[in-house]
């Protein structure tokens, strides 16, 4: 019986912001191995990199062709490979992989085009291979709690829904074109790099993927206005959303809301009662029933579901956060391919990961918003 993956990542660098917390979830529960890369594009970042993290030399590899090639011909090759490089490289390197027979996780946005996003649902399938898109905030136990709640009925049919992602770290580049500073900011506010949407591609998709997941309802159609404040991409965004149970909500998401660092904040309204949960304080969730004061539910409790329980780590009142997200993602996802491996039945909650699915919904929700914004806000179907 295999116990242990072997993985790859193509981007995160030691100067990288995401792969260094991949690298961190992955490790967290002992069965993932990381044994090849291709970390930077340029030679010496690369090596570096690879050496830091104590990688043979003839697996840090000088670009992802190379890698998927010669990882799928070794026996003792990499498993899947997580994707944490830029927007623009999602696609292709994915495309690469699957196409060597290794499972992908993949970093959102999964691809530019819906058209690349269901081709690479299309070769998934025709391998049987997993896929995996990182939308981490899913990952969150109280979140998973939220989702548990909704299922169960206990905030009854949802009615609104009002979810904000609000930031401020991109506010110096109002009024600033070419001269900005952020370095995060550089490949994000470039279409050849970011695609066609900086702040609804790079958060907006998140509101869209955790109001999903908890609620179960998909966008069937909505209204946006994106603004762009003299930048080739979007800055700021107010989305009112049609469900598919025809409910409606609004979504909020912006990088120039000055006092919001990461404010990712869901607020699910049903006929019964209402759900709160906030990202920069994600061991709770308030729970409202109808005609009844404010319950507060905190991670690891006796009385919070099984679906949340198992994913806790440390009792509560230690609090858990973005690493233990990213962790439970990995924990579905690697326990997922350890069974698929073994050749073992999936139960329940063994594909509760971001699927492929949920990425080709992101890349739509991003293009639907780009049309409404062109037609001056008007309705537009998603699908
Ligand atoms: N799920 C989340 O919560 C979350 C959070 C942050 C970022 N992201 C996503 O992760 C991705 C990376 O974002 P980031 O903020 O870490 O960016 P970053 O700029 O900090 O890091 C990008 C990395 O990709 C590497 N890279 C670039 N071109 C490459 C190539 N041709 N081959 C190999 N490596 C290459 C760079 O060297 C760098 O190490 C983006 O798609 C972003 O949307 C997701």
Request: hydrophobic residues 40%.
């Amino acid at each position: 019986m295999i116990k242990r993956l072997n993985y790859g990542m193509v981007g995160g660098d030691l100067n990288a912001f995401i792969g260094g917390v991949h690298r961190v979830a992955a490790s967290f529960d002992g069965r993932t191995q990381l044994a090849a890369g291709c970390f930077n594009p340029n030679a010496e970042p690369n090596k570096e990199c690879g050496e830091f993290l104590g990688l043979d030399s003839d697996r840090v590899y000088k670009d992802y062709v190379e890698m998927a090639a010669k990882e799928s011909a070794r026996e003792d090759g990499i498993n899947f490979v997580t994707i944490a490089a830029p927007n623009n490289m999602h696609y292709l390197v994915a495309k690469t992989f699957l196409l060597h027979g290794i499972n992908v996780l993949c970093e959102k946005p999964l691809s530019f085009e819906v058209s690349e996003g269901e081709e690479l649902k299309k070769i998934a399938n025709e391998k049987g291979l997993l896929f995996a898109v990182n939308y981490a905030y899913s990952g969150n136990n109280m979140v998973k709690e939220a989702r548990e709640l909704v299922e169960q009925g206990v905030i009854g049919d949802i009615i609104n829904v009002n979810a904000e992602y609000l930031q401020e770290w991109l506010i110096d580049d109002i009024g600033a074109g070419d001269n900005t500073m952020n370095k995060l900011s550089v490949w994000r506010k470039d279409p050849k790099l970011s695609g066609s949407s900086n702040c609804v591609g790079d958060i907006g998709t998140h509101i869209e993927h955790t109001v999903s997941y908890i609620t179960g309802l998909k966008v069937k159609r909505l209204a946006a206005k994106m603004d762009y404040f003299g930048q080739p991409l979007d800055l700021n965004a107010n989305i009112l959303v049609e469900f598919d149970n025809g409910s409606h909500g609004v979504f909020s998401s912006s990088q120039v809301c000055v006092g919001h660092m990461n404010g990712l904040v869901v607020r699910i309204f049903g006929t019964k009662g209402s759900i709160e949960w906030v990202q920069e304080n994600p061991n709770i969730l308030s729970v409202t029933l109808k005609g009844k004061p404010t319950q507060i539910y905190n991670r690891g409790m006796s009385y919070v579901s099984k679906r949340s329980a198992q994913m806790s780590r440390i009792p509560s009142g230690h609090p858990e956060g973005l690493y233990e997200a990213f962790a439970n993602i990995y924990k579905v996802w690697v326990n997922a391919n350890l069974k698929k491996l073994n050749g073992d039945e999936f139960s329940k909650y063994d594909d509760d990961f971001p699927s492929i699915d949920d990425g080709i919904a992101g890349v739509k929700f991003v293009h639907a918003c780009l049309a409404s914004n062109k037609n001056g806000g008007n309705w537009v179907d998603v699908d």
